[in-house]
């Protein structure tokens, strides 16, 4: 409790924070991680499915595979974790959201600037000629599989590994990870390059590091400076209690 206070301060007191997410933000969202491979992941093992050379080889194949992603997960709605983060936007303290996800649950909950560090499912991209359709509306649909109007087959605009990431977000990033006060880590391990570089910038320019986290990982006891351990869909909307609750007391 008194760790949450603390923490509330401190963001109210610096505002001017920048937050990295992954997959942990989400799992209460009902999306399972990589790394929890139960279920889902056993069936499509990540080197037939997640490589851009498996999709040159067989999109049919891997559209089945997207498909039944969209089937599982296309429903997950935002948890109470993504709205505290949309609520310390408006309230001034959130400046931006890097994420690792790609299911558009922060814009979803409310958040604008979000730098979707691995792509989106929400665009349909062809590799061939560059054109970039709504997932909705590609030029054909055959057997659930997209079809660009160039006639090759369209990959989801999310990243796979092998495939450079989208180098925009990428920048703007590490842009927001040096002029940060706070940074905070939220369900994410963050050792997957290069995303895992950004604390390391925002630490090296002198930004307090928090971590919200269940478990502890490589930053816990390197660069973390406020640990606050727990599910970020419980820990994230104490603290915006917190902060509200400071802010009605002056
Ligand atoms: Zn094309």
Redesign the pocket.
């Known amino acids: 409790m008194d760790r949450i206070r603390k923490a509330a301060e401190i963001l109210l007191r610096k505002k001017n924070t920048a937050v990295l997410t992954g997959s942990g933000i989400s799992v209460d969202s009902g999306i399972p991680t990589f790394r929890c491979s139960q279920g889902i992941w056993s069936q499509y093992p990540p080197k037939e499915y997640a490589f851009l050379k498996n999709f040159k080889k067989d999109p049919v194949k891997l559209w089945r595979f997207f498909n039944r992603l969209a089937d599982e997960f296309g429903h997950a709605r935002p948890n109470a974790g993504h709205f505290a983060l949309a609520e310390l936007e408006r309230m001034g303290i959130v400046r931006s959201i890097a994420t690792q996800n790609i299911d558009a649950l922060h814009q979803e909950a409310g958040s604008r600037d979000v730098l979707e560090l691995h792509g989106n499912s929400r665009l349909l991209r062809?590799i061939?000629?560059g054109?970039v359709y709504e997932k909705n509306h590609p030029p054909e649909v055959i057997d659930r599989i997209p079809f660009?109007?160039?006639g090759?087959i369209l990959k989801p605009d999310f990243i796979l590994f092998g495939e450079d990431l989208p180098d925009q977000a990428m920048k703007k990033a590490f842009q927001e990870a040096k002029q940060a006060s706070i940074y905070i880590i939220a369900g994410t391990s963050a050792d997957v390059a290069p995303a895992n570089r950004l604390p390391y910038r925002a630490k090296s320019r002198g930004a307090l590091i928090m971590e919200i986290n269940t478990g502890q990982t490589d930053l816990t006891h390197t660069i973390v400076d406020i640990r606050l351990r727990g599910s970020t869909s419980v820990i994230l909307p104490r603290l915006v209690e917190e902060i509200q609750l400071l802010q009605s007391t002056g």
């Open positions: 062809c061939f000629c054109n660009c109007a160039c090759k």
